[in-house]
Nanobody, 126 residues
Framework: QVQLVESGGGSVQTGGSLRLSCAFSGRLADSYAMGWFRQAPGKEREFVAAISWSGTATEYADSVKGRFTISRDNAKRTVYLEMTNLEPEDTADYYC???????????????????WGQGTQVTVSS
């Protein structure tokens, strides 16, 4: 089981930037692909970005491509989500997640992820 703790959320204006961090722990956690999801009020949880265990492969939702960057530092046991040029539509609770097993290279479906953090809130005002 992987434990995940997010931090770095906050309130910014349109065009601003934030960096989210996700500290992970647990046996073999650095062998698991990780992802970021978000959920706005009244909406379903949606995929944002994912990164392979090695950090060499990434995947993004079309809505954030070119604006968000996912990275990881396995030595620090941390996954990051750098968010730039933020828009009000990015307002949501952001969740870090780990895939269900090390057999996943990358994933983007909610059901492929078995461990979740508690979430961190991001608010973008116009």
């Amino acid at each position: 089981q992987v434990q995940l703790v997010e931090s770095g959320g906050g309130s910014v204006q349109t065009g601003g930037s934030l960096r989210l961090s996700c500290a992970f722990s647990g046996r073999l956690a650095d062998s698991y692909a990780m992802g970021w999801f978000r959920q706005a009020p009244g909406k379903e949880r949606e995929f944002v970005a994912a990164i392979s265990w090695s950090g060499t492969a990434t995947e993004y939702a079309d809505s954030v491509k070119g604006r968000f960057t996912i990275s990881r530092d396995n030595a620090k046991r941390t996954v990051y989500l750098e968010m730039t040029n933020l828009e009000p539509e990015d307002t949501a609770d952001y969740y870090c997640a780990a895939v269900r097993s090390a057999s996943y290279w990358l994933a983007r479906e909610v059901d492929d992820f078995g461990s979740w953090g508690q979430g961190t809130q991001v608010t973008v005002s116009s």
